[in-house]
Structure formats: C-alpha cells, structure tokens
C-alpha cells in the first residue's frame, strides 16, 4: 500500500498557514521613502511590528501543519496487521 506522509488536513494546515505568510507580507508592504521625499509612515507600528509578528505566526503555523499527524485506533490495527502478513 502507497502511503504519503501528509495527508488531506496536513495540506488545510499548510494553506491556512501560507494565507497567514501573505498576510503578513501585504500588511508589510506600502509607500516608501525617496531622495527628495521622507515618509515617516515606514517606521508605523503596523510595519515593524504587526507584520512581523504575524509572518512568524504563519511560519510557526506551517511548522505545525507540517508535524501534524492523526493517530487512529483503527489505523494502528491495520498497520499491525500489514506487518504480521509480510
């Protein structure tokens, strides 16, 4: 039998942390300063801090996805079952 190592919520937890990444790369981006011009807003709170904090939490999240792993009761036994045959 073919077994992957991630399964259907591995992939969920994967894109809802990937959408978490985005997120936090969109709250990062904005105008920025130039030579003639200084815009004070690229030191906002939103920019050096939320963002920041929020793109950890997605690749923290991802760690998770990634290590997620459901044990079944009935999936041990058919395990134990597969080994005894071989």
Known sequence: ??????????????????????IGFVLMSGSGSDEHIFNPDIFSPRRIKVAPAVCFAGFIFMIFGIMYHKNDKGDEASQASECTLE
């Open 1 to 22: 039998m073919n077994r992957l190592a991630f399964n259907k919520t591995n992939y969920i937890l994967l894109a809802i942390g990937m959408a978490i990444i985005i």
